[in-house]
Each structure stands twice: as C-alpha cells, then as structure tokens.
C-alpha cells in the first residue's frame, strides 16, 4: 500500500544551522506531496506542497522539490531559527484518492540557541 | 475565517463516561476529517465525511466510537463508553479538492 517514511527524530540543531528532513514515499502513479508543521500544543499546519514531478514547494523559506526518479521530498532550510521548533509531517494524498491523505510518523525538531 | 473550531479544548472525564467532541469546519469546505493522535501510535485517521456524508469509517476503533456530521458545519465525535485508553488529543480538519487539510487546535481528552 502507499506510505511515508521519514528520518527518525530528534533531531537537533543551533540556530542558523542548515536542515534537512528526509521524506521517501510509495505510491502509485503521480500523488500530490506535502509538508505540514505543528507547533507545541497545537494542530498540524500545512507548510508547502507540490503536485507533480520536479515541482518545489517553499514557505518561510522551507523549501521541498518533488523527486519522481527517487520518490523522495526532503525538508530543506538554510538557516534555521529557535521558532522553527516544531514536529514535521510528511504526507501524500494519491492521484486517485485526493481527499484522503497518509501522513508520516512525523520529525521532531529542536533549533537551540 | 475563523479556521477549524474544535470544543472543547480539555476534556477530563471518568472511565465509563459518554464523551462527545465538536468540530466546525471552514465554510465551504466539503471534507472533514476525525484524527486522532498518541505518543505511541502517532496520527490515526478514525473517519472522514464528504458533503456529510461518512466515506470510510475504517479507522474507527471499537463500535464504542461513533461519529456524526448533521450538516456543513458541524460534526461530532462520540466515545461511549470511554476508556482510558481513549486518552489522546483528537483532531478535526476540513478540506477542499487538493488544497491541503486545515486542522484544528484539536481536543486533549484524558479518561482516568
């Protein structure tokens, strides 16, 4: 069936450090790839997206390319900052079933100062 | 818009007790979702309506867990009798066709 694998958590890292979070999936045929965000204490965010082969998706300067070759979705940030401590879920929703999305187990992030 | 409104936010109940959830979804949307999350097992997928209508129920654990959407902009979710292995904090989202889901702040249920 379809799934998300993602790095295993913790992972930490200072401030302005450089991340990533690798996203591997299963799929048939062309699904549409997401990074949603949550916060302590709250409901997962949707980060960005990309709907097809070679797409990137970016938001607050996270950014994430579509990879059809390696099924793959990396997380990426340049600089990352004390606020960016968050879980991070990777999902997909497949081509035939758009209303239902499969989420990852989930990263947990710590940026320390 | 006011997002995703799930009540109430804390919910402390005694094992045996009837449980029931709220969640208001973003007008205009036509999916909403039931998810349910713990340290163990990670996001659940429990049920999911569209247009009302329940879709797929298969992530609903026991016949103990009903769930019910009477019309666009209200659903419930219903433990009966709940346990403490209930215990999690459960989300609502809403959806449009492939815009992402929205979530609500979810409800942090703990049964003693």
């Known amino acids: 069936g379809n799934s998300v694998t993602q790095m295993e958590g913790p992972v930490t890292l200072s401030e302005e450090a450089f991340l990533t979070i690798n996203c591997t999936y299963t799929?048939?045929?062309?699904?549409?790839l997401f990074w949603y965000v949550q916060y302590p204490g709250e409901g997962l965010q949707l980060l960005l997206k990309?709907?097809?082969?070679?797409d990137k998706g970016s938001n607050k300067g996270f950014e994430a390319t579509y990879r059809k070759e390696t099924t793959s979705f990396h997380l990426e940030k340049g600089s990352v900052q004390v606020s960016d401590s968050a879980v991070y879920f990777c999902?997909?929703?497949?081509?035939?079933?758009?209303?239902?999305?499969?989420f990852g187990p989930g990263t947990s992030l710590s940026v320390i100062p | 818009d006011a997002g995703v409104i799930q009540s109430p936010r804390h919910e402390v109940t005694e094992m045996g007790q009837e449980v029931t959830l709220r969640c208001k979804p973003i007008?205009?949307?036509?999916?909403l979702f039931w998810y349910r999350q713990t340290m163990m097992r990670g996001l659940e997928l429990l049920i999911y309506?569209?247009?009302?209508?329940?879709?797929?129920d298969s992530g609903m654990p026991e016949d103990r867990f009903s769930a019910k959407m009477p019309n666009a902009s209200f659903s419930t979710l219903k433990i009966q009798p709940s346990e403490p292995r209930d215990s999690a904090v459960y989300f609502c989202?809403?959806?449009?066709?492939?815009?992402?889901?929205?979530f609500g702040s979810g409800t942090r249920l703990t049964v003693v």
């Open positions: 007008s205009g949307h036509d999916y």
């Open positions: 999902a997909l929703s497949e081509e035939t079933s758009y209303d239902k999305v499969i």
């Open positions: 799929a048939t045929g062309y699904p549409s």
């Open positions: 990309a709907t097809k082969a070679d």
């Open positions: 309506f569209n247009n009302n209508v329940p879709i797929d």
């Open positions: 989202a809403s959806s449009v066709y492939w815009s992402g889901y929205t």
